[in-house]
Structure formats: structure tokens, C-alpha cells
């Protein structure tokens, strides 16, 4: 009943806040202005960081009522709401003015190592071979940082068209909840519960066509939670790579291409795999129904696959998969002129929106 119960209060909070939000934008001045690398036509609330993060936390309140038997998970969520206050306000800021590139990387850097002291660490990970390998803590805390800056950004990344990064990081959720309910970690099972909430009642404004984008704020809090409670469950590295493979292959894309064509690996580009299908054709509906297909049929490989190898096989299968096709989308749409859709692309000089 705690579980319903939490999910209700992020499902409600979200629902009832992000209208409220959207009709805040405007005398804000956080919209999100048609420009030559988007491809909406008019002004857009760009506030979707506010209902997110207030109906998550809202939620996070409300399942401390749930007994603890660890001490120090207090102090992690302490580091939890601390990070996320830090990204909020910095991707805000944003959503607001557009801020450097450098800047919103270092308040990443920042919020993670938030976490990292809060007790946020990985230690360890499971080997493709079988036991855990295990590392010294100098390493942890640098993976660790990496690996919170990698997915919050991975999720800002996939925010291209509506409803993407939100729907994919709620059927992410739904996994990590029932595995932590499989550990009998029901206090990360609530954590999940109030993300999946929270995302669930924001979703229904911003599926196509959308009345309000999740904003870089939005975007990065997703990304934030999502990351640490990958971290602090016992989903493990593996997991979370499997539920994400897509995006993180994309991103990883992304990176190499334009380090290989001499550019930065933060410069703006339309060249996303769902901009690239987009381009070749596809709706918006059916992008984001595809990428929802994916994380779903990832998210059941990582909870019946019993070895650290198979997920491991998975995941190489996937990546590679999505290797084919984003070869495949570049070829096709390098064919095609860009289509017009009511929605933003990414991209304004800045990490995330890369």
C-alpha cells in the first residue's frame, strides 16, 4: 500500500503542477523560442523541471514514513535532494538565458561529487565472468562522478521530441522498482515508485503533441535520480546500461563522429539518432513508441538474464544493433531534406542540448 501510496502523491503532484507551470513560463520568460535548429513553430514552455522535481521530492517525503533499517540511507538521499536542488536551478538558469557549455558541466561535476559524499558510490561491479570486481576508492569516485554526468546528460541528450526522454526514463523506473522488490530493497523500490510517479503525471502535457518540453532542469533532475538510484539499489552498472543501451550507444556515437570531423563533442548538431529518423520519415509518435519498445524489451533482459555474461551478450547485441541503424538513419536522411515537426530539436551550445 506505501508503494501506491507514494506513486499517487508524485502522479497527483506532477498533474496538478505542470499546467500551473506551463501558464508560469511566459511571465518567467522560460520558453523555448523557434530558431533554426528547432523545428517547433511557436513558443514553448520550457518549465518542466518544477512539477518533476516538486512532485518527486513531494513523494520522497512522504515515503520517509517507511522504516529504514540502513542509517546512512538518510545521508544518501540528503545527497540525492542536494545534487538535484544544484541541477535544477542550474538547468533552470537554462531554460531561462541558455547558459555555457562549461559552467553546467562543472554544476554536473559538483552535484555528483554531492552524492559521491553523501555515501553514493560504486565499489563494485559484477563481472562479465562471474563474482564482482572490485575497486580501489580513488577509482570509485571517479567512476562514480562520470557515471552520474554520463546518464544525466545521456537523458538531457534523448529530450528531442515529445515525450521521449520522460517516457523512456518511466519504463527505466518501472524496472528498477520491480528489482529492487526482487532484492526486498523496498526502500529503493519507493524512491523508483515516486520517479516513475512523478514522470507519469508530467507525461500526459508533454507527449505530441506537447503543451510544455521538460527543459534542460527537467531534463538533468531524470537523469540525476535515475543515475543514483542505479547506484544505490542493486540494479549495478549492467543494468542500468541494458535499460539505456539505445541513448548511451547514441551519445557514444554522438562523441566519437564529432571528435572524428574535428569538432567539439559538445557542439551543436541535429544529428541524434531520433533526429536522423525524423528526418527519414518517421512520426514523432512513432520514434518515441519504438524507443519505448526498446527500453521495455531491454528492461526484461536485464530481470531474466541470470549472469553478469548474458546481460553482458545483451548489451553487445543491442549496442551493435543500434550501431547498424544509426548508420543506416545517417545514410537515409542524408537523403532526405529535414522534416519540420512541432517540436525543438536540441541543440544551443551547451552540454546537455548536444
Known amino acids: ?49 518544477l512539477p518533476l522535481f516538486v512532485a518527486f521530492f513531494a513523494a520522497v517525503a512522504v515515503s520517509l514514513v517507511y522504516p529504514r533499517s540502513d542509517q546512512y540511507e538518510l ?95 518511466a519504463i527505466a523506473g518501472v524496472f528498477l522498482f520491480i528489482h529492487a522488490l526482487r532484492q526486498e530493497q523496498y526502500s529503493i523500490a519507493l524512491l523508483a515508485a515516486a520517479l516513475v510517479g512523478a514522470v507519469l503525471g508530467f507525461l500526459p502535457f508533454n507527449f505530441s503533441p506537447a503543451r510544455i518540453f521538460l527543459g534542460t532542469a527537467g531534463a538533468l533532475v531524470l537523469g540525476y535520480a535515475l543515475s543514483v538510484l542505479s547506484i544505490i539499489g542493486a540494479a549495478r552498472v ?42 527519414a520519415g518517421l512520426s514523432q509518435r512513432t520514434i518515441v513508441l519504438l524507443y519505448y519498445g526498446f527500453t521495455a524489451i531491454s528492461g526484461l533482459l536485464a530481470l531474466v538474464l541470470p549472469l553478469g555474461f548474458y546481460k553482458l551478450i545483451a548489451l553487445v547485441v543491442i549496442g551493435f544493433g543500434a550501431l547498424l541503424l544509426l548508420i543506416r538513419m545517417s545514410q537515409r536522411a542524408d537523403d532526405r531534406p529535414p522534416t519540420t515537426d512541432h517540436r525543438q530539436t536540441t541543440e544551443v551550445n551547451k552540454i546537455p542540448r548536444a
Do not use: C
Not at 511566459?26 to 523560442?33: E, K, N, Y
Not at 523557434?34 to 514553448?44: C, F, G, K
Open 1 to 49: 500500500m506505501i508503494f501506491l501510496f507514494v506513486f499517487a502523491t508524485a502522479f497527483l503532484v506532477a498533474l496538478g503542477i505542470t499546467p500551473l507551470a506551463a501558464r508560469l513560463a511566459p511571465r518567467l520568460g522560460t520558453m523555448d523560442q523557434p530558431a533554426a535548429r528547432r523545428i517547433h513553430h511557436v513558443p514553448m514552455p520550457r518549465f518542466g523541471g
Open 75 to 169: 545521508l544518501r538521499l540528503g545527497g540525492l535532494f542536494g545534487g538535484a536542488v544544484v541541477l535544477f536551478f542550474v538547468g533552470a538558469y537554462d531554460d531561462h538565458r541558455e547558459l555555457k557549455a562549461l559552467p553546467q558541466l562543472l554544476a554536473q561535476i559538483i552535484a555528483a561529487s554531492m552524492a559521491v559524499g553523501a555515501g553514493v558510490l560504486i565499489r563494485e561491479v559484477n563481472s562479465p565472468l562471474g563474482g564482482l570486481l572490485k575497486f580501489e576508492t580513488w577509482f570509485a569516485v571517479l567512476f562514480t562522478v562520470f557515471w552520474i554526468v554520463g546518464m544525466a546528460n545521456t537523458v538531457n541528450w534523448l529530450d528531442g521530441i515529445d515525450g521521449l526522454a520522460g517516457g523512456v526514463v
Open 238 to 279: 549492467a543494468f542500468a546500461l541494458l535499460l539505456l543501451g539505445i541513448p548511451i550507444m547514441d551519445v557514444a556515437w554522438q562523441i566519437v563522429s564529432r571528435v572524428r570531423l574535428g569538432t567539439s563533442p559538445f557542439s551543436p548538431t541535429r544529428t541524434h539518432l531520433h533526429h536522423r529518423l525524423l528526418d
